[in-house]
């Protein structure tokens, strides 16, 4: 269960986003309303093309909704300049992407210290916490070439917990990894809830939305009621 607290940490209000490729659109929000608490876990579902993954990106500010509002930790993000808007993601949001979020070029340490860095600080021992936790510690020195897909999912989710941020933003962590790593992800998004983190989390996978405090379903670019 979650943990009792009341402070909202993400709060979305009515969110729409338009794509547009020639002369069609696509309507990928519409109107969606979201509100997280700190320890909490949100996991938001829905098949492809639902809406999930634009969700995210305007969560953390890498998109801009076309319409609606984003506050992270009571901080308005939409319509702010892309260098405050990359100010709150370092300093309040973890994030965990489709797409990666590892530096091809750099062992998983050095990422670990770069993210540290962009939030303005960071230690070594903390990294190497993380990697236990996460039973990388033995690939601490391996680029994101040598890694497994598994192995891969839980750097991807070490860049995003170094910096133990009040809010984890995970899309489809365990898209890609076997039964057991999947189990083992959601315990640490479940461990850092339980210390007064927000946590979303885009899946289609059924463990995750049982692992979830709640569950936001979305079709076609709305919350299903």
Request: charge should be negative.
């Amino acid at each position: 269960m979650a943990a009792a607290a009341s402070t909202v940490l993400v709060r979305a209000d009515d969110l729409y986003r338009f794509y547009h490729a020639a002369d069609e659109e696509t309507l990928a929000l519409r109107g969606v309303s979201l509100r997280v608490q700190a320890g909490e876990v949100v996991a938001v579902t829905g098949p492809s093309g639902s809406g999930k993954s634009t969700l995210l990106a305007c969560l953390a500010g890498l998109e801009e909704p076309d319409g609606g509002t984003v506050r992270i930790a009571g901080r308005v993000v939409s319509r702010r300049p892309e260098a405050v808007r990359a100010e709150l993601r370092g300093r309040s949001i973890g994030m965990l992407f489709q797409s990666g979020n590892l530096l091809e070029h750099l062992d998983i340490d050095a990422n670990l210290a770069v993210a540290q860095r962009l939030a303005g600080g960071g230690r070594p021992i903390i990294r190497r916490d993380l990697l236990d936790q996460l039973g990388l510690r033995s690939r601490e020195h391996s680029t994101p070439a040598e890694l497994s897909g598994g192995e891969l999912a839980r750097a991807g989710l070490a860049v995003a917990l170094v910096n133990d941020p009040p809010i984890v933003l995970a899309d489809e962590p365990t898209g890609e990894v076997d039964a057991d790593t999947e189990q083992q992800i959601l315990a640490l998004l479940r461990d850092r809830a339980g210390f007064g983190r927000a946590v979303i989390v885009a899946s289609h996978s059924p463990a995750v939305a049982a692992a979830a405090d709640r569950v936001v379903h979305l079709i076609d670019g709305r919350v299903a009621r």
